[in-house]
């Protein structure tokens, strides 16, 4: 699988579970302070989201990694 994908000459990195780097798509969208990854994962909808995706995980991995 490829693991990079280009958004307006930025490079959009994926890891070996298919997520996309948060840091790199908020590079990619112009780097906005209110579009931060860290506003993105305080947001009450993607606490929902991140939950959701938790309990309906079937193949154990971790919808969401801060590193």
């Given at each position: 699988?490829?693991?990079?994908?280009?958004?307006?000459?930025?490079?959009?990195?994926?890891?070996?579970?298919?997520?996309?780097?948060?840091?790199?798509?908020?590079?990619?969208?112009?780097?906005?302070?209110?579009?931060?990854?860290?506003?993105?994962?305080?947001?009450?909808?993607?606490?929902?989201?991140?939950?959701?995706?938790q309990i309906c995980n079937s193949v154990n991995i971790e919808p969401v990694n801060v590193i």
């Open positions: 699988m490829n693991n990079l994908m280009v958004i307006d000459g930025i490079e959009v990195r994926r890891d070996a579970f298919g997520r996309y780097s948060l840091n790199d798509l908020h590079r990619a969208a112009g780097s906005l302070d209110k579009h931060k990854p860290a506003f993105w994962l305080r947001n009450e909808q993607t606490e929902r989201l991140i939950s959701e995706l």
